[in-house]
């Protein structure tokens, strides 16, 4: 019991807990030795924060609060924020994270939806114009139109018009599907989305390839839109109040529209995936039936260089746009 629970008063003044630094990455690397050297923290300052405003943080809200600045550096080091960038960040809370970005040169685009965290970040950075925080929720708002309107006022801490913005959040755990599912078809507008992640999660969305049991659509999906990378494992003790699991950082390098793979259409594509993953164990000539007669299934398969027998999880991406694509000609 490091952290206080959600219902529990806040007591800023209580010591640092002395395990929550520790950061575990998968393999030793350069930014895994930061952390586990470097002292500082955002423990005293965020919940200092939370104070000030009176706030318990609410469970309906995913808040579970960074209290590790070297952590929110490997965040911003992990889009490679550099001055000028353009950068979203979903959930800005007490705004330690937006600190680091701003540091970094970045022009912030927060989009907070709780009305009092909202308050507090907009108040801590009200004197700096390459800061804006919406009150929103990220899921419902209309993201494109918000980063034109930033664009087209040169809203921009070096007044370098970025050719695209980046996203790096801490985001809550329980909006993080839909919130990929959102963002990683926007390669137009968007060249990396860097995400604290729940780390099972992490490694069901990046490491899982066909064959295993994790395989699932979202696996065809990310890998369609983007280059996903798992960078680094944050046990859940860098957090206020603590969660139950340990979390976990990915980037997407997201691809540019001209690199999608070649489909004719990407909704007829993914509906198709989709269809094929509803009987996983089945093989596709059935639970494909509804596209076309299972004969020419089979063929569009073996003209695929795939066996006539292949169920979804023996099919890599290329694999299913092949599929995908004899079937669309058939
Ligand atoms: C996990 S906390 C992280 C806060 C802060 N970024 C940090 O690192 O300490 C998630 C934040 O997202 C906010 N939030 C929850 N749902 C949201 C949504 N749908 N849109 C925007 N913000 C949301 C919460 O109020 C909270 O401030």
Redesign the pocket.
């Known amino acids: 019991a490091n952290s206080p629970a959600y219902d529990g008063p806040v007591d800023a003044n209580s010591p640092r807990p002395k395990s929550y630094h520790t950061i575990t990455a998968i393999s030793k690397t350069k930014s895994e030795t930061k952390i586990n050297n470097k002292d500082e923290d955002d423990y005293h300052a965020?919940l200092k924060a939370l104070n000030s405003k009176g706030r318990f943080p609410r469970k309906s809200?995913?808040?579970?609060?960074?209290l590790n600045s070297s952590v929110n550096e490997e965040l911003v080091a992990a889009a490679d924020v550099q001055e000028g960038d353009l950068v979203v960040e979903?959930?800005?809370?007490?705004g330690?994270?937006t600190n680091v970005l701003v540091d970094a040169g970045a022009t912030v685009l927060a989009?907070?939806?709780?009305p009092y965290?909202a308050a507090l970040v907009m108040e801590r950075f009200s004197s700096l114009d390459h800061v804006k925080v919406l009150l929103e929720?990220?899921?419902k708002c209309h993201i494109r139109s918000h980063l034109s309107t930033i664009s087209q006022s040169g809203r921009n801490s070096s007044g370098v018009k970025p050719q695209y913005a980046k996203v790096v959040s801490?985001?809550?755990f329980n909006?993080s599907t839909e919130v990929i599912k959102q963002l990683l078809p926007m390669g137009d507008i968007f060249s990396e989305v860097v995400l604290l992640l729940q780390e099972e999660a992490a490694v069901r969305l990046v490491d899982s390839s066909s064959g295993s049991s994790e395989y699932r659509p979202i696996n065809i999906f990310i890998n369609f839109y983007s280059n996903p990378e798992y960078r680094f494992k944050v046990p859940r003790t860098n957090f206020f109040p603590q969660p139950k699991v340990d979390a976990a950082v990915v980037s997407f390098r997201l691809k540019q529209p001209v690199d999608y793979p070649p489909v004719s259409s990407a909704k007829s594509f993914f509906s198709m995936v989709n269809s094929a993953f509803n009987g996983k164990r089945k093989m596709l000539r059935k639970t494909l039936q509804h596209i076309c007669p299972s004969l020419e299934i089979e063929e569009a398969l073996v003209s695929a260089g795939l066996p006539p027998t292949a169920r979804p999880e023996e099919l890599a991406l290329e694999d299913f746009v092949r599929l995908h694509n004899s079937i669309a000609k058939a």
């Open positions: 965020t809200l995913g808040q579970h609060y960074m979903i959930g800005p809370g007490t330690s994270l989009i907070e939806k709780d965290m929720d990220f899921t801490n985001l809550p909006i």
